[in-house]
């Protein structure tokens, strides 16, 4: 009888493949996620299941009929011959039913000083098509939407440029699988495209490539109108209204939240939130009664209950909580001019501890600004020191900006000493 001493996410594919079920069968048999079976063939040999989950596994091996172990046995000699070390040292994949094309397109734009197309990068891609092509078509969307949330988790914890490589590589699986497979799917994965060229734009946005961030948002828009995806299209308008914040571009943060909220598709009621969010923070730019920015965000609590009540899934991107909108809201108020409003706003939810380090420390920056221009200078100081030390870690310009911009308020104060600390901290 087969046994397994250890299964590893290349034992479990290969499982998988001999009962002949899709990932979303074989997570339900299990008791998992498809998303965690999508990690374990993605991981393939660096990924060992919990000692729970080795059992279950062992159940279902057991369970097997004779014809479903023999094969079992035959896809796992196959996978073995065909991973012994070729001459550089790395495995040799076996050929699978997708046919690589010659010259793939790879969808990149290199940028002075941030990542690009390295030898370990494009060995990256072809592993991740080479996975791929291991993949019933059914089961493409799922993998590629795990590799997507991993590279997600990767920004929240080590910040904008040691994520790109991953994200861009990605992209790149996604380019390249998207041509070979039937139409439907394609859409599909052109939809996942899009959602990871979205988040390229942010990433990019973060490291403060503004040009590269409305290139990727632009791509987005591209692969959204091929996939039929009107939604998207939406989405990625708000987040140009959000990039046009960093130009300080009040009139096209207002415009482009506007053209998101009455463009010809449905957004969820999560994203129209954001939305009406977005309008009033244009408005407080452009300096508005105070009433019409707080019509508008109240306008944003409402749609944000009415996502929560409906148990709104249709996500297009990261989810708008109730924390994030109240420190949106904070900006909202620090443009408008209350600035007592938006610190205590602001330290509410820092408060909590329930932010990425990176994300405390953009809006601990966000705060020190509120202070600034609420004329608390030492406040203001201290507080931005300590979102440079995040920002420098995470590799966040969109932090530091806010702390140029702090720094800038504070120069009446030039010789009060945390003025002078946050000056020699920022070199200036």
Same mark, same amino acid.
């Given at each position: 009888?087969?046994?397994?001493?250890?299964?590893?996410?290349?034992?479990?594919?290969?499982?998988?493949?001999? &009962?002949?079920?899709?990932?979303?069968?074989?997570?339900?048999?299990?008791?998992?996620?498809?998303?965690?079976?999508?990690?374990?063939?993605?991981?393939?040999?660096?990924?060992?299941?919990?000692?729970?989950?080795?059992?279950?596994?062992?159940?279902?091996?057991? %369970?097997?009929?004779?014809?479903?172990?023999?094969?079992?046995?035959?896809? %796992?000699?196959?996978?073995?011959? $065909? +991973?012994?070390?070729?001459?550089?040292?790395?495995?040799?994949?076996?050929?699978?039913?997708? $046919?690589?094309?010659?010259?793939?397109?790879?969808?990149?734009?290199?940028?002075?000083?941030?990542?690009?197309?390295?030898?370990?990068?494009?060995?990256?891609?072809?592993?991740?098509?080479?996975? $791929?092509?291991?993949?019933?078509?059914?089961?493409?969307?799922?993998?590629?939407?795990?590799?997507?949330?991993?590279?997600?988790?990767?920004?929240?914890?080590?910040?904008?440029?040691?994520?790109?490589?991953?994200?861009?590589?990605?992209?790149?699986?996604?380019? !390249?699988?998207?041509?070979? !497979?039937?139409?439907?799917?394609? %859409?599909?994965?052109?939809?996942?495209?899009?959602?990871?060229?979205?988040?390229?734009?942010?990433?990019?946005?973060?490291?403060?490539?503004?040009?590269?961030?409305?290139?990727?948002?632009?791509?987005?828009?591209?692969?959204?109108?091929?996939?039929?995806?009107?939604?998207?299209?939406?989405?990625? &308008?708000? %987040?140009?209204?959000? &990039?046009?914040?960093?130009?300080?571009?009040?009139?096209?943060?207002?415009?482009?939240?506007?053209?998101?909220?009455?463009?010809?598709?449905?957004?969820?009621?999560?994203?129209?939130?954001?939305?009406?969010?977005?309008?009033?923070?244009?408005?407080?730019?452009?300096?508005?009664?105070?009433?019409?920015?707080?019509?508008?965000?109240?306008?944003?609590?409402? &749609?944000?209950?009415?996502?929560?009540?409906?148990?709104?899934?249709?996500?297009?991107?990261?989810?708008?909580?109730?924390? +994030?909108?109240?420190?949106?809201?904070?900006?909202?108020?620090?443009?408008?001019?209350?600035?007592?409003?938006?610190?205590?706003?602001?330290?509410?939810?820092?408060?909590?501890?329930?932010?990425?380090?990176?994300?405390?420390?953009?809006?601990? $920056?966000?705060?020190?600004?509120?202070?600034?221009?609420?004329?608390?200078?030492?406040?203001?100081?201290?507080?931005?020191?300590?979102?440079?030390?995040?920002?420098? *870690?995470? *590799?966040?310009?969109?932090?530091?900006?806010?702390?140029?911009? !702090?720094?800038?308020?504070?120069?009446?104060?030039?010789?009060?000493?945390?003025?002078?600390?946050?000056?020699?901290?920022?070199?200036?």
């Amino acid at each position: 009888m087969v046994t397994m001493d250890r299964w590893t996410g290349r034992e479990t594919r290969f499982l998988r493949q001999a &009962l002949r079920l899709t990932v979303r069968d074989f997570a339900e048999d299990l008791g998992v996620s498809p998303r965690t079976v999508s990690k374990w063939e993605t991981a393939g040999r660096g990924r060992t299941p919990r000692p729970e989950l080795q059992a279950a596994l062992d159940t279902l091996l057991a %369970r097997a009929t004779d014809e479903q172990r023999e094969r079992f046995e035959h896809v %796992r000699a196959e996978g073995t011959a $065909a +991973t012994t070390p070729g001459r550089d040292g790395e495995p040799q994949r076996p050929e699978h039913a997708l $046919a690589r094309p010659a010259h793939p397109t790879l969808p990149l734009r290199p940028v002075s000083g941030l990542p690009h197309m390295s030898v370990d990068q494009l060995r990256h891609v072809s592993q991740l098509v080479d996975d $791929a092509r291991s993949q019933h078509e059914s089961d493409l969307v799922p993998y590629f939407a795990a590799c997507i949330e991993d590279c997600q988790t990767q920004d929240g914890s080590l910040g904008p440029i040691r994520a790109l490589p991953s994200t861009l590589s990605v992209i790149a699986a996604l380019d !390249v699988t998207a041509r070979q !497979v039937s139409l439907l799917i394609r %859409r599909r994965l052109l939809s996942l495209a899009a959602r990871s060229a979205e988040f390229t734009g942010w990433l990019y946005r973060d490291a403060g490539a503004l040009d590269q961030a409305t290139y990727w948002y632009d791509r987005a828009t591209e692969w959204a109108q091929e996939a039929h995806n009107p939604a998207m299209q939406g989405y990625v &308008l708000l %987040r140009k209204s959000q &990039l046009a914040y960093d130009h300080h571009d009040s009139i096209r943060v207002l415009t482009l939240a506007e053209a998101a909220e009455y463009g010809p598709w449905h957004l969820p009621a999560c994203v129209q939130a954001e939305v009406a969010q977005q309008q009033a923070l244009g408005l407080g730019m452009r300096g508005s009664p105070r009433d019409d920015v707080e019509r508008q965000l109240d306008r944003a609590w409402s &749609l944000l209950g009415q996502a929560e009540s409906a148990n709104d899934d249709q996500l297009l991107g990261a989810v708008l909580a109730e924390g +994030t909108l109240r420190l949106r809201s904070a900006v909202c108020y620090t443009e408008a001019g209350q600035t007592e409003r938006a610190a205590d706003l602001f330290g509410q939810v820092l408060a909590g501890d329930t932010l990425s380090r990176r994300d405390a420390g953009y809006f601990t $920056a966000r705060r020190a600004a509120a202070f600034a221009l609420g004329g608390d200078p030492d406040t203001a100081a201290t507080l931005a020191l300590q979102s440079v030390d995040v920002a420098t *870690n995470a *590799n966040s310009q969109r932090t530091l900006r806010v702390v140029d911009d !702090v720094v800038t308020t504070l120069q009446p104060w030039s010789d009060r000493p945390a003025v002078r600390t946050l000056r020699e901290a920022v070199g200036q």
